[in-house]
C-alpha cells in the first residue's frame, strides 16, 4: 500500500459514522433524555462497537452539540439552555428571514421547493403521521424558506441549526407527548408570499418564530 494512503480507513469511519446516526436517532427521538450519561464501555457492548469506535463518535457528538464532555465526568447529552435556544432561533429569524424577502428574486425552482415542502407536510398531518416525520417535514419547510437564498452556505448554516434544534424539540415532545401542528401557520405565510405580500410574511414570519421560541422555553420550565 503507498504510504500516502496508510491511514485511510473507510470501514473504520463507515462505522464511526452509524454509531453517530444511531445516537442521535436515539437523542432525537428522546429515548437518551437530556443529562444522559454517555458510557464508552456500555456503549460498545451495546452497539457492537470497539471504544475507540465509540470515543469517535461521541466526539462528533460533542462538536454538533448534542453532547457535552466535562472533565472527569465523561460525556452526557446535552441539556437545552434558555440562551442557546434563544440564539438559535435569532440564528433562524436571521436565515429565514433573508429567505422569505427573497421570494419575487427566488428561481422557480426554490419557490416550487417550498410549496413541496408545505404540501408534504400538510399531507403528514392529515395522515396522521408521527411526531419524528411531522417534526422533519416541519423543520424541511423552514430549511426551504433559507433556500430561496440560493446560497449554499447559508443553507448549511441552516442545517446545522436545525440540528440544535431537534435537541430541544425533542425533549419538548418528550414532556408534552403531542406533535404540535403547524401546518395552518405554514400555509397562512406562504398565501402571503403567493399573493406578493412579501413584507406581511416576513412579519408573519417574525412573530411565529417569536411564538416558537416562547413555546420551546415554556415546555422545558426555561421561560
Not at 491511514?7 to 437518551?32: K, M, P, Y
Not at 475507540?52 to 447529552?77: I, K, M, Y
Not at 442557546?84 to 427573497?102: H, K, N, P, Q, T
Amino acid at each position: 500500500m503507498p504510504e500516502q494512503f496508510a491511514t485511510l480507513r473507510l470501514e473504520h469511519s463507515s462505522t464511526v459514522d452509524r454509531v453517530v446516526a444511531e445516537l442521535r436517532r436515539a437523542i432525537f427521538e428522546g429515548e437518551l433524555e437530556s443529562g444522559t450519561t454517555l458510557r464508552e464501555v456500555a456503549l460498545a457492548g451495546s452497539l457492537g462497537v470497539s471504544r475507540p469506535t465509540v470515543r469517535e463518535a461521541l466526539t462528533q457528538l460533542v462538536a454538533e452539540g448534542l453532547a457535552t464532555r466535562e472533565p472527569h465526568r465523561g460525556v452526557s447529552v446535552t441539556t437545552p439552555a434558555a440562551d442557546s435556544i434563544r440564539d438559535v432561533c435569532r440564528a433562524r429569524w436571521v436565515l429565514e428571514g433573508a429567505g422569505v424577502r427573497r421570494w419575487d428574486m427566488a428561481t422557480d425552482a426554490q419557490r416550487g421547493a417550498v410549496r413541496a415542502s408545505l404540501e408534504a407536510y400538510t399531507r403528514a398531518v392529515s395522515g396522521g403521521a408521527s411526531y419524528q416525520e411531522l417534526n422533519e417535514r416541519h423543520l424541511t419547510f423552514h430549511l426551504s424558506l433559507v433556500g430561496l437564498t440560493g446560497s449554499p452556505r447559508l443553507q448549511a448554516m441552516a442545517e446545522a441549526l436545525v440540528v440544535e434544534l431537534k435537541l430541544a424539540l425533542a425533549q419538548v415532545e418528550r414532556i408534552r407527548r403531542n406533535a404540535h401542528d403547524e401546518a395552518e401557520n405554514h400555509t397562512a405565510l406562504v398565501v402571503l408570499l403567493e399573493t406578493g405580500d412579501v413584507r406581511g410574511a416576513y412579519a408573519f414570519l417574525r412573530q411565529h418564530l417569536i411564538d416558537a421560541e416562547d413555546d420551546i422555553l415554556d415546555a422545558l420550565g426555561l421561560g
